[in-house]
């Protein structure tokens, strides 16, 4: 079942003397529980398409769907995690995760408990008073998520969530993300420049051309080994092809 529908996506800009098209006629779907990573050339549009899905922006032309329904504003059965981990630092790791559930006023012993577990069963029970300046990199992007997910999400967008980290813990973190966010069975939209990260994670992977952006190519991923996580996954002989082929068509 579709879990989001995006149909003839186009995005102008308008300024005094021209108009700018930055995305041009973009359709895909999303299965529930599918893993689907965004991929393209710098300046294409790639979070920009993030941004009209999420509903923070209206494009000039086309609907978004999520779940059959209409998407004309931001919804509830959206999680948006970015580039950056936006926590704050004068908030304990605890305070931060509670953030969301404050603001839509639905914090009670149910919530606080459901956080609590989640932060003890994704390894940071130890860090639960800890500040974000205490904590790693990979940890904070990790308690980013935990933040996202405490308002129970069904669909993940993930603007470059580790892009921000060195490639070891880039490599790390996307493992321990990856698995949480299987476990909390939530479909995954992601915008990524790391060709690899796109494979090791996806279901399918969309090219973007470059702007204005369409739809050059979609790759299904499926490997003829089944791996528990992305790391282990790029060892998959199939793993070079897949890298070889969106290369070439990004550069087409």
């Known amino acids: 079942m579709n879990k ?138 990790k308690v980013a998520l935990i933040r996202t997910l405490a308002l129970n999400p069904e669909v993940l967008l993930l603007d470059e969530p580790f892009s921000a980290l060195d490639y070891q813990t880039r490599l790390n973190i996307s493992d321990e993300i990856f698995n949480i966010i299987k476990k909390e069975k939530k479909t995954v939209i992601m915008v990524t420049h ?9 279901n399918r992977v969309i090219v973007l051309t470059k702007r204005p952006s369409h739809i050059s190519k979609i790759f299904d991923i499926t490997f003829s080994e089944q791996y528990n996580s992305p790391l282990k996954s790029r060892k998959a002989k199939e793993f070079k092809d897949y890298f070889n082929d969106i290369w070439k068509e990004l550069n087409n």
């Not at 999303?30 to 999420?54: H, M, R």
């Not at 919804?75 to 630092?89: A, C, E, R, T, V």
């Not at 790391?194 to 996806?202: G, L, R």
């Open 194 to 202: 790391d060709i690899s990260e796109a494979i090791s994670m996806s």
């Open 4 to 141: 989001v529908a995006v149909n003839n996506i186009v995005m102008n800009y308008h300024s005094i003397d021209n108009l700018t098209t930055a995305i041009e006629d973009i359709t895909f779907n999303v299965q529930d529980g599918e893993f689907l990573s965004v991929v393209g050339p710098s300046g294409c549009g790639k979070s920009t398409l993030l941004n009209i899905i999420a509903g923070l922006l209206k494009p000039s032309n086309g609907e978004v769907y999520i779940d059959q329904e209409l998407s004309t504003s931001f919804s509830p059965k959206i999680g948006y995690m970015f580039q950056k981990d936006q926590l704050f630092d004068w908030l304990s790791v605890l305070d931060n995760v509670l953030l969301g559930l404050k603001i839509q006023h639905k914090i009670n012993d149910e919530t606080k408990g459901k956080v609590t577990e989640m932060l003890k069963s994704y390894g940071l029970s130890d860090f639960i008073s800890h500040y974000p300046n205490e904590l790693s990199g990979g940890m904070r992007q």
